[in-house]
């Protein structure tokens, strides 16, 4: 005996099966972003030997014709950035991950090269302290905000 439903009967109401990722379409990805990770993992392992050859050959002291115009121009960029992504924070806006990961590295940037081209004395002790009283810590502050702004997968 075969039943059936009347004509007239309701459609049943059924929740969509969900979908496994075997039943999923496959997405064809383009090979670009693979190819230029590729090319920037290449381009970092080059410059280990090249580290080496700078360690080597590089004079203890050097003199630059433009040393005020460097750190103006560091301390510049770095005010800019911290502005920025001060503005960006207090708006909520998304793109602060992207300028608070920049006034980060500039941070350590300032740090590192305040500490390394000091001179010794009260110089060195005034680049140490600043570094590890301000820089490193707004530096690390920023790496959080950028952390935390990042887009969460859905």
Same mark, same amino acid.
């Given at each position: 005996?075969? =039943?059936?439903?009347?004509?007239? /009967?309701?459609? &049943?109401? +059924?929740?969509?099966? $969900?979908?496994?990722?075997?039943?999923?379409?496959?997405? =064809?990805?383009?090979? %670009?972003?693979?190819?230029?990770?590729?090319?920037?993992?290449?381009?970092?392992?080059?410059?280990?030997? %090249?580290?080496?050859?700078?360690?080597?050959?590089?004079?203890? +002291?050097?003199?630059?014709?433009? %040393?005020? &115009?460097?750190?103006?121009? @560091?301390?510049?960029?770095?005010? @800019?950035?911290?502005? +920025?992504?001060?503005?960006?924070?207090?708006?909520?806006? *998304?793109?602060?991950?992207? #300028?608070?990961?920049? #006034?980060? +590295?500039?941070? /350590?940037?300032? &740090? %590192?090269?305040?500490?390394? #081209?000091?001179? *010794?004395?009260?110089?060195?002790? #005034? /680049?140490?302290?600043?570094?590890?009283? @301000?820089?490193?810590?707004?530096?690390?502050?920023?790496?959080? @905000?950028?952390?935390?702004?990042? $887009?969460?997968?859905?």
């Amino acid at each position: 005996m075969v =039943t059936t439903t009347p004509a007239f /009967a309701p459609a &049943a109401r +059924t929740r969509p099966r $969900p979908v496994s990722h075997m039943e999923r379409p496959v997405r =064809t990805r383009s090979r %670009w972003p693979s190819r230029v990770g590729l090319v920037l993992i290449g381009a970092g392992l080059a410059l280990v030997p %090249w580290l080496f050859v700078l360690a080597s050959s590089l004079p203890a +002291t050097a003199t630059a014709a433009h %040393w005020p &115009a460097a750190w103006v121009g @560091l301390d510049t960029l770095e005010a @800019l950035a911290l502005v +920025t992504t001060g503005v960006l924070v207090t708006r909520h806006d *998304p793109r602060r991950c992207l #300028t608070a990961m920049v #006034t980060a +590295t500039l941070l /350590a940037v300032d &740090a %590192w090269f305040d500490v390394s #081209t000091a001179a *010794p004395g009260a110089d060195q002790v #005034t /680049a140490v302290a600043m570094a590890v009283l @301000l820089e490193v810590p707004l530096a690390a502050l920023c790496v959080v @905000l950028a952390l935390r702004a990042l $887009p969460r997968p859905v």
